[in-house]
């Protein structure tokens, strides 16, 4: 059987989007992003679209330089930036997070290529309610460079995962996945550019079921 490079599969159909959620109680949702923030706008975008009957309070980044501040700034959504290199240790500059999701009334938090290891201090103050999207289909390649690492493999089919946080990195439950065709001359670019619209397509579903 070929794949067609557009083709994917996931394991939950984006109806569920229109089941979990209702327009008049929309989830308040805390974005945590470290770089580019594709997926902090899909999220953006499938709101406004009416996908999804949530609302984003805040985006919290880390990295002075990171490209999702100026998309949280052109859809006019509050922004927060915490250095963590303003921070003595993990667990003070994780207080500073958790005080800022609560200040914000956050109900979910969606870590959207957030480049942070977590201690218990955050996961405690949202048990269950913080969810993480990693470009391989878990448990494959966990950890940093996850597409680097597929195309070393030779794998044939790569993808995505949404789960739900804990301590041990890229190792929480599992919401939704897709799968993407690795093409033989594919390079960490252009499988990574594959990748992140399938991102884009089932982070908004993940955050229905993680709501329920
Ligand atoms: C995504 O590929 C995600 O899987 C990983 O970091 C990347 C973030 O991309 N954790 P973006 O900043 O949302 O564009």
């Given amino acids: ?10 394991l939950v159909s984006s109806s569920i989007l229109h089941h979990t959620l209702r327009a008049d109680n929309p989830l308040k949702l805390g974005i945590m992003a470290s770089g580019n923030g594709s997926n902090f706008e899909a999220i953006a975008q499938a709101i406004k ?7 984003i309070q805040v985006l919290i980044y880390n990295n002075p330089e990171a490209y999702a501040a100026v998309r949280a700034e052109r859809w006019g959504i509050p922004s927060v930036l915490l250095n963590h290199r303003e921070y003595k240790s993990r667990e003070g500059f994780e207080e500073q997070i958790v005080k800022t999701l609560q200040q914000y009334d956050v109900e979910l938090v969606i870590m ?9 201090v955050l996961l405690d103050a949202f048990p269950h309610k913080i969810i993480n999207i990693h470009p391989s289909l878990l448990p494959s390649f966990k950890g ?3 597409i680097e690492q597929a195309l070393a493999a030779g794998v044939k089919i790569t993808g995505c995962t949404v789960h739900l946080l804990c301590l041990e990195m890229d190792s929480g439950p599992i919401l939704v996945q897709a799968a993407v065709p690795v093409l033989p001359d594919d390079t960490p670019e252009t499988l990574h550019a594959r990748i992140q619209v399938q991102e884009h397509r089932i982070l908004p579903i993940a ?5 329920q």
């Avoid at 059987?1 to 996931?10: C, N, Y």
């Fill in 1 to 10: 059987m070929t794949l067609h490079p557009d083709s994917t599969s996931s």
């Fill in 144 to 146: 940093v460079r996850a």
């Fill in 112 to 120: 959207a290529g957030w480049m942070r290891l977590v201690t218990p």
């Fill in 49 to 55: 679209d009416g996908q999804l009957a949530a609302q």
């Fill in 207 to 211: 955050i229905a079921l993680a709501a």
